[in-house]
């Protein structure tokens, strides 16, 4: 992973997944390995850094729909009534307010990539917002197409799978349910935008190799390609040296 010093550009991938996930714990681990690695890494939250308008949202939820306000813990569950309200009339709001969102995607990813880190991940992205709509219906896929013409893809959009029922007792926020149709969705969305990296459910650790694995394979790898391209463009490129130094290879769970 060093070798992303040695190029200025700066990369961006993001989680996503059904809340409970556990996102936040693989995105803390990577950050910390990456730091240990020497690399300058940046975090931003999809909801407090990019998602606009998001006190009437949280009001909307709150007061119109009476759902509870904060984040479920096994201790203290609530039940939240916004993403998991599925009427046509919330749909033609989630669609401008994800436009919306997607605007600001394209500013705050230009921001982040001038930053000077060498890797800017983002907690959730727009994917997490398209995995609320109904994604069998034609009309809200050609929307979703539209959207992925307006913001840029990251380096890696790891999509973390889960149990629902482990999910909610890990954060109890929304019905069983909901969280079973929400996981379908993540898994349309998939197939649908192309590209995502799926980390199947396992254990924690398991989980913390698979992510690390493919951070390595693709960002090292992608790091290493440029530099041959550099050498070759300055001359410095001879037949024997076309052989990358590809990333170690995949470790094995224990």
């Not at 029922?165 to 996981?183: G, I, Q």
């Not at 951070?215 to 391209?229: I, Y």
Request: aromatic fraction near 8%; hydrophobic fraction near 40%; glycine fraction near 6%.
């Amino acid at each position: 992973m060093r070798a992303l010093q040695k190029n200025s550009r700066t990369r961006f991938l993001s989680f996503s997944g059904i809340d409970g996930s556990g996102k936040s714990t693989q995105i803390k681990a990577l950050c910390a390995r990456l730091k240990q690695d020497g690399l300058r890494v940046q975090l931003i939250s999809f909801w407090d850094d990019v998602a606009r308008l998001t006190g009437l949202r949280e009001a909307t939820g709150h007061r119109i729909f009476k759902g509870d306000k904060g984040v479920g813990a096994p201790a203290a569950p609530i039940n939240r009534r916004d993403k998991n309200v599925t009427s046509w009339p919330m749909t033609g709001v989630r669609l401008f307010l994800y436009f919306v969102d997607a605007v600001s995607v394209r500013f705050v990813v230009r921001k982040a990539l001038r930053s000077g880190a060498d890797l800017v991940i983002f907690d959730r992205y727009i994917y997490d917002e398209f995995a609320n709509l109904t994604l069998h219906n034609p009309l809200i896929r050609a929307y979703v197409r539209l959207i992925m013409k307006i913001v840029p893809k990251p380096r890696i959009s790891y999509l973390l799978d889960a149990d629902p029922v482990k999910a909610r007792a890990r954060k109890p926020e929304y019905p069983l349910e909901f969280l079973h149709s929400n996981r379908q969705s993540y898994l349309t969305l998939s197939d649908l935008v192309g590209g995502m990296t799926m980390i199947p459910p396992m254990p924690i650790e398991e989980v913390k190799r698979e992510v690390l694995y493919h951070a390595q394979k693709e960002l090292s790898f992608e790091a290493n390609q440029r530099d041959n391209h550099e050498n070759m463009a300055c001359g410095e490129y001879s037949g024997d040296a076309a052989k990358l130094d590809r990333p170690q290879t995949r470790p094995a769970a224990s």
